[in-house]
């Protein structure tokens, strides 16, 4: 209770007129990605393999299924040398950004 009303409190002085709808936004954006994420980890923790050797392996097989497809081939190429939990924290971060982007814009004045 006491996480919530520090809650409610921060959107009510931010000016939301119904915080716990800009709350609720927040707080499905943020649980739908840990979810996501712990299902991925749980899936590289179940191969056996660090998640590096996970993907690399997988990695071939996700390219040649995106060679195909203009707008996904690059992002696969470019995947296989990146970090991935630089990459989740990046995607983590944009959204956030894109959610609390599009609650500003909900704010009176």
Do not use: C
């Not at 943020?30 to 392996?57: K, N, Q």
């Not at 696969?76 to 983590?92: H, M, S, W």
């Amino acid at each position: 209770m006491s996480f919530s009303e520090r809650l409610a409190a921060l959107f009510t002085a931010a000016g939301f007129p119904e915080p716990s709808r800009a709350i609720d936004t927040v707080l499905s954006y943020v649980i739908g990605m840990s979810t996501t994420e712990a299902a991925w980890l749980t899936t590289v923790a179940r191969s056996g393999e660090t998640e590096a050797a996970f993907i690399a392996r997988l990695m071939p097989a996700a390219q040649r299924a995106a060679a195909d497809h203009d707008h996904l081939a690059d992002a696969y190429a470019a995947g296989a040398v990146l970090d991935p939990a630089e990459i989740r924290d990046t995607k983590f971060a944009y959204g956030l950004d894109v959610v609390l982007d599009g609650l500003a814009m909900r704010l009176p004045g």
